[in-house]
């Protein structure tokens, strides 16, 4: 992979686990600490041992990563805020990447591949994060989707139209097929996608020119919060 | 002679976000600069603060802020010696967005942290305009507070007495919600209270007839909500005023208690009495509270206003103080939504929010 940037850290609070990478030109060293509730402890110190690790300090970074989403709100933004205050304390580009795009490993002839990711787990609001990664790592607008919804999506990128499919949990999708009555679907083949912030540093290493805007979580949906009537019909001001 | 320590300042815990650079010398305090931006009209229309929208907005600003207060104070990072961020008590998303972004400039300067509580921020915020000389007696009273605190020396601090339920800043907002004006809800309430007649309506005085210094302000709510349900929105005037009346009798006369209190534990020396929190803009209790402090020989005094209501430069400074004092956070420090300034005290007796988690602030 053609790289634009040789020293890039990765990280990633999206999931349950709080992961960090550092891309060097001669390895690539991780850190993971398990743990829902770990990310804000943890962090921090993960990304001071992989940089004392590799005898780098903090201002020789060419570039920062980080998974922005979709995921536990709060560790995505323990996440893009530490990531974004890095980039302030050495004055470097941040890179967001989704954790569909870190999940997939594209090679420049790849055929694009539609990434599957458990949204809402317990039916009947059973839903699913959608994202098609094509060339470069870069994937389309993220959706979320339900059962029904799902089923066409595989439908459409199915065999025919040469995308593939991959998933955190393609069990999880076959099963949901299965439930949806889709068993004309039930040949489908989904590979396994798991997100990686070593490869969200691979990304962001590849990408030419980062967008100026810094990155913001990918929450995928709006605050839940109804306008007060009272307020809101109001005519004091 | 003192080197001069410049820290920069980060608050997120509730809807403002905000950053400082302040520098504590020799020559006493400065702050370089004090930036903040408001959410207000973000949660304008929810009436009230949204803890999602307000996490949401702090992640989108506080870099851009950070640069903002930096090139203000005309400094680069480089030149500061110490990051301190507030990690609670306090909106947790919001928090963790500050303490986050503090720890990653840590690493990045390599420069020592400094976790902040907030409300040890507001308590030694005086230090922000002059000398902090210690003791002292401060009501803390905004939107999320109301507590009376002893400050004795930088870390030791006394809690005398503090709300049961509703802070005050609160109660204005819930009174201003009830009568459909604007949030904030102190300011909308104070202007409409200048028109009204203040013995319109005869609201409870809540905990008076109690000893001690604890004070409750929910049961001011519920009346005004009955008096609303009775004659409508006709009398909004009048009923702001008796609302601001009553708040105004509870803090005056429990401040006199406070500060007959301070005097016996303090013989020998003129107490002085500090009022910090939003609340203190308030014309009227302002007053009502400067007079008591008359009549019992204690010097008054607040903070400006843009140092009162939550901002970074409290932040700065106690972090600066901290620092000076040698002491610094470690990575692994975590946010604490639940974090009473006298935490020994108040675990032992919680009076507000207590239980499995420990008391609340």
Request: proline share 6%; glycine share 10%; hydrophobic share 45%.
């Amino acid at each position: 992979m053609t790289g634009f940037a040789r020293y890039v850290l990765g990280v990633d609070t999206a999931g349950d686990a709080c992961s960090v990478a550092l891309l060097t030109p001669a390895c690539v060293i991780e850190r993971t600490v398990e743990g829902r509730t770990a990310h804000n402890a943890a962090l921090a110190s993960l990304v001071k041992d992989v940089l004392a690790q590799a005898d780098l300090p903090p201002a020789k970074l060419d570039r920062i990563a980080v998974i922005t989403g979709p995921g536990s709100f709060a560790g995505l933004r323990i996440g893009v805020a530490f990531a974004r205050g890095l980039g302030l304390a050495v004055d470097r580009d941040v890179v967001g990447v989704s954790r569909h795009e870190s999940s997939v490993e594209m090679l420049d002839s790849s055929p694009p591949v539609l990434v599957i990711a458990p949204a809402r787990r317990r039916p009947p609001d059973r839903s699913w994060w959608v994202q098609t990664v094509g060339a470069g790592n870069i994937g389309d607008e993220l959706r979320e989707v339900e059962d029904a919804g799902l089923a066409q999506a595989c439908v459409a990128a199915g065999p025919a139209s040469g995308t593939r499919l991959a998933s955190f949990d393609p069990a999880a999708v076959m099963r949901c097929l299965k439930d949806a009555g889709r068993d004309d679907l039930g040949a489908l083949t989904i590979d396994v996608a798991t997100p990686s912030a070593a490869r969200a540093a691979r990304i962001a290493a590849a990408t030419r020119y980062p967008s100026s805007r810094p990155p913001m979580p990918l929450y995928g949906r709006p605050p839940d919060a109804t306008p007060s009537p009272v307020i809101a019909s109001s005519s004091i001001s | 002679m003192m080197q001069d320590i410049t820290v920069l300042g980060i608050e997120t815990s509730c809807d403002e976000t905000a950053a400082a650079v302040v520098r504590l010398g020799a020559s006493g305090v400065r702050v370089l600069s004090d930036v903040i931006a408001s959410q207000v009209e973000d949660h304008a229309v929810y009436g009230g603060v949204v803890p999602e929208i307000a996490a949401r907005a702090h992640v989108e600003r506080l870099d851009g802020l950070i640069r903002r207060a930096l090139s203000e104070a005309q400094l680069s990072l480089s030149s500061i010696h110490g990051v301190a961020a507030t990690s609670g008590p306090g909106l947790i998303g919001g928090v963790m967005v500050g303490l986050s972004t503090a720890k990653a400039i840590s690493v990045g300067l390599n420069t020592p942290l400094i976790a902040v509580n907030h409300l040890e921020g507001h308590a030694l915020s005086p230090g922000l305009v002059g000398p902090l000389g210690f003791p002292y007696l401060l009501l803390l009273v905004s939107g999320g507070h109301c507590q009376f605190i002893a400050v004795e020396s930088l870390g030791s601090y006394r809690r005398l007495g503090s709300t049961i339920d509703d802070a005050v800043g609160e109660a204005f907002d819930k009174t201003a919600k009830l009568l459909g004006l604007p949030q904030p809800g102190g300011p909308s309430v104070e202007r409409l209270a200048r028109q009204g007649d203040a013995t319109a309506f005869n609201l409870p005085r809540p905990l008076l007839d109690r000893p001690g210094l604890d004070m409750s302000f929910s049961g001011l709510k519920t009346a005004v909500r009955r008096i609303v349900e009775e004659v409508g929105s006709e009398r909004t005037a009048d009923v702001c005023a008796s609302f601001q009346l009553a708040v105004a009798d509870v803090l005056a006369a429990k401040a006199e208690r406070a500060m007959g209190l301070f005097a016996k534990s303090h013989p020998g020396e003129r107490g002085r009495f500090v009022v910090a929190g939003g609340v203190a803009a308030n014309a009227q209790i302002r007053e009502r509270l400067k007079a008591t402090a008359d009549t019992l020989d204690f010097t008054f005094s607040a903070p400006p206003m843009r140092w009162c209501t939550d901002n970074a430069a409290m932040i700065a400074h106690a972090g600066a103080l901290h620092l000076l004092a040698g002491r610094k956070s470690p990575l692994t420090i975590e946010v604490r939504a639940r974090w009473p300034l006298d935490g020994a005290a108040a675990d032992h007796a919680p009076v507000h929010g207590g239980g499995r988690k420990g008391a609340r602030a």
